[in-house]
């Protein structure tokens, strides 16, 4: 399933599963991701996917253990038990949060309220949580244009914005610096801070949900 694999330090290995981010790939990382959770190998500390990539942390005691593994998953070409969830997320697409729509709407060709829609049809794949506690990256967008980061990013983002760069969008978690193009905001939390672990998870999916400014400040109180 993986293509290579190196060791990035004494106590992980990194498996490379291509260069490309897409659904098909991102499932391979999720699959090795699930499977290792599942198994709950004890010398495994850590287990971290992203796009097309996936880190081990490992006791250094059972390095021998930890490759005869990777050898294992390997072999590994699917595995069927993926608990995933797919999450509605109401979102505010007014302009008061959607700082950025000029620049979607130019990128895109498009304008602001056929965006809208078409961000609001999209079933998301939850590829991979990362930059601070809690934040997904999400796509893919059916889109082939390109939209870039901001030029200059921006101090202070709200928590809850929603922003989007090329064929991916973010959630902010808490408020932050950031340079993606800001298209809407929701009221969803994104990390439990009880059990310390985050709403969304990879693998999972989302489907947003477009709503009035009114609703999404009653949902805020």
């Given at each position: ?107 895109f060709s498009m304008d602001f309220d056929e965006f809208i829609n078409f961000h609001s049809s999209t ?33 202070s983002i709200p928590a809850g914005s929603v922003g989007v760069v090329d064929n991916l969008s973010v ?51």
């Amino acid at each position: 399933m993986f293509i290579t694999y190196e060791q990035t330090s004494e106590q992980s290995y990194l498996l490379d599963y291509g260069e490309d981010i897409n659904f098909i790939t991102n499932k391979k990382v999720i699959s090795h991701f699930k499977y290792l959770l599942k198994k709950n190998y004890k010398y495994i500390l850590n287990v971290v996917p992203s796009f097309n990539k996936l880190l081990i942390v490992f006791d250094i005691e059972f390095k021998k253990d930890i490759e005869i593994l990777i050898k294992k998953l390997k072999s590994i070409k699917d595995y069927d038990e993926i608990d995933s969830i797919q999450h509605l997320i109401s979102i505010c697409y007014d302009e008061e949060y959607a700082l950025d729509y000029k620049n979607v709407e130019n990128a895109f060709s498009m304008d602001f309220d056929e965006f809208i829609n078409f961000h609001s049809s999209t079933i998301f794949n939850v590829f991979m949580i990362g930059f601070m506690p809690g934040l997904p990256f999400l796509g893919l967008l059916s889109v082939n244009k390109s939209l870039p980061r901001l030029e200059n990013p921006r101090i202070s983002i709200p928590a809850g914005s929603v922003g989007v760069v090329d064929n991916l969008s973010v959630i902010y978690p808490n408020q932050s610096s950031g340079g993606w193009n800001l298209i809407g905001k929701t009221s969803f939390n994104l990390f439990n801070k009880h059990t310390n672990k985050p709403t969304l998870n990879p693998g999972d999916s989302v489907k947003f949900k477009s709503i009035t400014k009114k609703e999404f400040i009653e949902n805020e109180e």
